[in-house]
């Protein structure tokens, strides 16, 4: 079992940055895919950005490629997305997700592969 807990959305003007976190408890964290998804209101669950197991793969949606940056650090448990020159469409809940996996290199963008979710972090641009 894994327990993942969201951190540091709020709300920031528009061309604005913030941190999100994702600290993790329970089982060996370094063997897990991680991902962050978000939802807007009115609007599906989307992907935003996956990591492998190793840190070393990563994997951006179209739409945050070149302003967010996600990044893992298996000592700390933790892996966080830099989202950078925010958007007012980048308001919504962003979730922290992950998936164990035996394959160092895979990122998973995919929801339903996805096992264990965390509770989300807000996050508010305005314009």
């Known amino acids: 079992q894994v327990q993942l807990v969201e951190a540091g959305g709020g709300l920031v003007q528009a061309g604005g940055s913030l941190r999100l976190s994702c600290a993790t408890s329970?089982?060996?964290?370094?063997?897990?895919?991680m991902g962050w998804f978000r939802r807007a209101p009115g609007k599906e669950r989307e992907f935003v950005a996956a990591i492998s197991w190793s840190g070393g793969s990563t994997f951006y949606a179209d739409s945050v490629k070149a302003r967010f940056t996600i990044s893992k650090d298996n000592a700390k448990n933790t892996v966080d997305l830099q989202v950078n020159s925010l958007k007012p469409e980048d308001t919504a809940v962003y979730y922290c997700?992950?998936?164990?996996?035996?394959?160092?290199?895979?990122?998973?963008?995919?929801?339903?592969?996805?096992?264990?979710w965390g509770q989300g972090t807000q996050v508010t641009v305005s314009s």
């Open positions: 329970g089982r060996t964290f370094s063997s897990y895919s």
């Open positions: 997700a992950a998936v164990p996996t035996r394959v160092y290199t895979t990122v998973n963008t995919n929801a339903r592969e996805y096992v264990y």
